[in-house]
Each structure stands twice: as structure tokens, then as C-alpha cells.
């Protein structure tokens, strides 16, 4: 019994088969376009087909840049590629790495080579861009004077811009001649020293364009000391003059848009600059108005005048203190005086004498004790309102009148 395999053996053998036969890594076919489909991921799904046969292709996203025009059914192109088997689904599929429409494949491949040329003399490098002016008051167009492409330059600057002038080049963008027209029209404007010039065209066949991938023009491009945007075709078109050119725009109206900063958007930031400065300058101002009060305040406190005035009051307070307090104290004073004369007073001889006491002298001189006198010697006796002068009959020991006066106080 012969061998059995499954279905993915056999497609993967298929797959092995086609991966070795070096003619199908890169083959190159003629044919026409049918249910061209672009997808939301990028690649693009077609059929290309003859009288006799059909064949599905697919170019991926990445290869995208091998697709120099919008492809449509109905056109006539050249496929270069790699035929494969798609191994889940059994069938065999071409894979796009470029597409070209037939006849114009002469031409591309004169494109390709003068780009890798011009690459490798640094032509493209990103050192030797010049930055675009982010506000322009001149911009520079060479381009045709009754192509579309002007007029959407003229109409998108007017709207973003109207203060912007546009100078135009009217040159011939295809054709004989046009080369040579184009290379004149950069030179002379970039005499003229604009903020910017934009070269290009409208939408056409690579043939229509082709004057914008000549190296003449490459080098006029390279050589202006203004900087260029270029704008050739439509998005899907691509040229040298993009890759020379110091800014690449897919469209003229790109272009315009581009080079012509929107004089609204200028405004508008204009406004807010003027808000927040105005925001700033108010709050700056109220900032020094409170440092101000707060100086006024620190001056009136340590100023020499209300330094006077505080300490003349500070001096008030304490005079008018220390009279209170000589007056308290007076006062406490005149107390203990009142009570030490009432004291003293109690103690005084004449008061005795008008509490109906006397006072014995004997010889002018105080009889304080019995022991100072003899029985029959003279005394003066002084009353409250006189004296008597008596004479001593009987002397008799006991409590005198020292006791009786120690024994009151």
C-alpha cells in the first residue's frame, strides 16, 4: 500500500517546490488589472489576467512604495515579484514588490537607478535639509500657470493667509522643454529670495511626470539656497524632485498648506499669549501690591514717629503707673501714720492729763518712783489746765501709776 500524507504535507512539498525554482523568486509579468481591492491594512489585493488565464497577487503594505500610481482595474502593468504557494489554502499566489504600467517600465527602471545614484552622493541625506519657515510672508511657485495645481495653491494660501504673496514661475511642467523651464524657475525665484518655494504639478501618468525625475532638476532642487517643498501628483505619485526637495507634500494643496501657517491659528495664539501675559502682568502687580502694603505696614510700625508715639505712651502708661502705685503706697503710708499717732497719741502725757492724769515734778525733775521722794518734800503737780504745788504727807508702796499705764498698753 502506497504512502498516505495530509493535506498540509502536500501543500508544504508544493510550497518547498516553488521556493526552489529560482525563476519564480523573481519574475516579472504582463497583464491587466481586475477586482482591484484596497485593503484597510494597507496591502492591495488584485487579479491580473489575459485572453487566456487569471492569476491572484497581492502586495503587501511594506511594498507598497514599489506603487508609483493608483492602480485601477482596466490597467495595463508589469509585475515584478515572486510567485508562492499559499500553503493554508493550497494555492499558489504572485506577491507584488513593484508595479509599473506597461510601457512606462523602461522608465522606472531609469528612475530606480538615477535614485540609487543620487542617493549615494548624499543627495537625499537628511543633514542637507533645510528647515521651512514656520511663518512666511513670500512663497514661490513654479509650477504652470493654467494647471490645477495653482489655483489650489492660490485658493488654500488665500484662505489660510491672505497677507501672504505668491510669486509664480510659469514654467512648463512636461513635455520638451520642461525640464530646462523648471530648472530656470527655481533659479530665478531663489534669486528673488522668497521665504519658500514649492515645485510641482497636478496628477498624471508617469510619463506626464517625468521631467520632475530628471537630474538636472534634482540638482537645481539640491543647488537652491531657499528651501523647497516639492509637490508632484497625486499621494500615490512618487518623484526624485520628493526626495531632493527639503519637504515632501503629497498634494500642491499639501504644499500650500504646509508653507502657509493658518493666520487664524496665528490669532489665536496671539489671543493667548496676550491672556496669559495680561494673567501674568495682574497677577505680578497684585504679588507687588501686597508687598507694598506689607512694607507700608513694617514703615508705620518702625517709622521714627510712631516710635516717638508709642514710647511717649509707653511713658504715659508707666508715669501714670507709678503715680497709682505712689498713691497706693501714700496711702498704705498715711494708714500705719493714723494708726502709730493714734498709738503715740494714746501714750502721750497730756492726754493722760485730760483723762484727768497729772504730772509730778520734784526739784524740775519727773518723779517716777516713790524712791524719789521724802515725806515732807515740795512737788509740782501739773494738771490739764494748771499746776499745784502740794506737799508729801505719807508715802505708801503699791501699784502706781507706771503699772497702771504699762497694763493699758
Same mark, same amino acid.
Given at each position: ?6 493535506? !498540509?504535507?502536500?501543500n508544504?512539498?508544493?510550497?518547498h517546490? #516553488?521556493?526552489?525554482? #529560482?525563476m519564480? *523568486? ?6 491587466e488589472? &481586475? ?9 492591495i489585493?488584485? !487579479?491580473?489576467? /489575459?485572453?487566456?488565464s ?5 502586495? #503587501? ?5 514599489g506603487?508609483?500610481f ?5 490597467d495595463?502593468?508589469?509585475? *515584478?515579484? =515572486?510567485?508562492d504557494?499559499?500553503e493554508r /489554502? ?12 506597461e ?25 542637507y535639509?533645510?528647515?521651512? +519657515?514656520?511663518?512666511?510672508? !513670500?512663497?514661490?511657485?513654479? *509650477? &504652470? ?8 495653491? %492660490? ?8 497677507y ?5 514661475? +510659469? ?6 522643454g520642461?525640464?530646462? &523651464?523648471i ?6 525665484? /531663489?534669486a528673488?529670495?522668497?521665504d ?11 510619463e506626464?511626470?517625468?521631467?520632475f525625475?530628471?537630474? @538636472? ?7 537652491? &539656497?531657499t528651501?523647497?517643498?516639492?509637490a508632484?501628483?497625486?499621494? *500615490?505619485?512618487t =518623484? ?5 526637495a527639503?519637504?515632501?507634500? +503629497? ?19 496671539? @489671543?493667548?499669549?496676550? %491672556? ?7 497677577m ?7 508687598q $507694598? ?17 508709642e514710647k ?5 502708661? $508707666? ?7 505712689? #498713691?497706693?503706697? $501714700?496711702k ?13 497719741k494714746?501714750?502721750s +502725757?497730756l ?19 516713790i524712791?524719789?521722794i521724802?515725806?515732807?518734800e515740795?512737788?509740782k ?20 501709776f507706771?503699772? @497702771?499705764f504699762?497694763?493699758?498698753e
Amino acid at each position: 500500500m502506497s504512502n498516505i500524507y495530509s493535506v !498540509t504535507q502536500v501543500n508544504g512539498y508544493i510550497k518547498h517546490l #516553488f521556493q526552489q525554482d #529560482f525563476m519564480l *523568486t523573481r519574475i516579472s509579468v504582463r497583464g491587466e488589472v &481586475s477586482n482591484c481591492k484596497y485593503h484597510g491594512s494597507g496591502h492591495i489585493y488584485f !487579479t491580473l489576467k /489575459d485572453q487566456k488565464s487569471s492569476m491572484n497577487c497581492v502586495m #503587501f503594505a511594506s511594498a507598497r512604495r514599489g506603487l508609483a500610481f493608483a492602480m485601477r482595474d482596466g490597467d495595463k502593468v508589469v509585475v *515584478t515579484g =515572486s510567485v508562492d504557494v499559499y500553503e493554508r /489554502d493550497g494555492r499558489y499566489q504572485m506577491y507584488a514588490r513593484s508595479i509599473v504600467k506597461e510601457g512606462a517600465g523602461i522608465l522606472y527602471e531609469r528612475f530606480l537607478a538615477l535614485k540609487a545614484e543620487l542617493e549615494e552622493m548624499g543627495m537625499f541625506a537628511q543633514e542637507y535639509k533645510q528647515p521651512i +519657515p514656520r511663518f512666511v510672508r !513670500t512663497v514661490g511657485i513654479v *509650477t &504652470s500657470p493654467t494647471g490645477a495645481a495653482v489655483q489650489d495653491i %492660490r485658493n488654500i494660501a488665500g484662505r489660510r493667509n491672505p497677507y501672504v504673496q505668491l510669486i509664480l514661475y +510659469p514654467a512648463l511642467v512636461q513635455g520638451d522643454g520642461a525640464v530646462e &523651464s523648471i530648472c530656470r524657475g527655481i533659479e530665478t525665484l /531663489d534669486a528673488m529670495k522668497p521665504d519658500v518655494i514649492i515645485v510641482g504639478r497636478g496628477g498624471g501618468s508617469l510619463e506626464d511626470l517625468w521631467a520632475f525625475n530628471e537630474e @538636472e532638476v534634482a540638482r537645481a532642487i539640491f543647488n537652491c &539656497s531657499t528651501p523647497i517643498i516639492s509637490a508632484v501628483g497625486h499621494e *500615490t505619485d512618487t =518623484s526624485i524632485s520628493d526626495y531632493v526637495a527639503d519637504l515632501y507634500a +503629497p498634494t500642491p494643496s499639501a504644499a500650500a498648506e504646509l508653507a502657509v501657517k493658518d493666520i487664524r491659528e496665528i490669532l489665536d495664539q496671539k @489671543e493667548q499669549y496676550r %491672556r496669559r501675559l495680561q494673567n501674568l502682568m495682574d497677577m505680578r502687580i497684585r504679588e507687588k501690591r501686597l508687598q $507694598l502694603q506689607g512694607y507700608q505696614s513694617r514703615w508705620t510700625y518702625l517709622s521714627p514717629e510712631n516710635q516717638i508715639r508709642e514710647k511717649r505712651q509707653r511713658l504715659a502708661d $508707666l508715669e501714670q503707673s507709678l503715680q497709682q502705685h505712689a #498713691f497706693r503706697i $501714700l496711702k498704705e503710708k498715711r494708714m500705719q501714720l493714723q494708726i502709730r499717732i493714734g498709738r503715740v497719741k494714746g501714750c502721750s +502725757p497730756l492726754d493722760r492729763l485730760n483723762q484727768g492724769y497729772s504730772f509730778v515734778e520734784a526739784g524740775e525733775k519727773p518723779v517716777k518712783s516713790i524712791s524719789q521722794i521724802q515725806k515732807g518734800e515740795q512737788l509740782k503737780v501739773y494738771v490739764r489746765d494748771g499746776s499745784l504745788l502740794a506737799e508729801v504727807k505719807e508715802i505708801q508702796a503699791g501699784m502706781g501709776f507706771g503699772e @497702771e499705764f504699762q497694763e493699758q498698753e
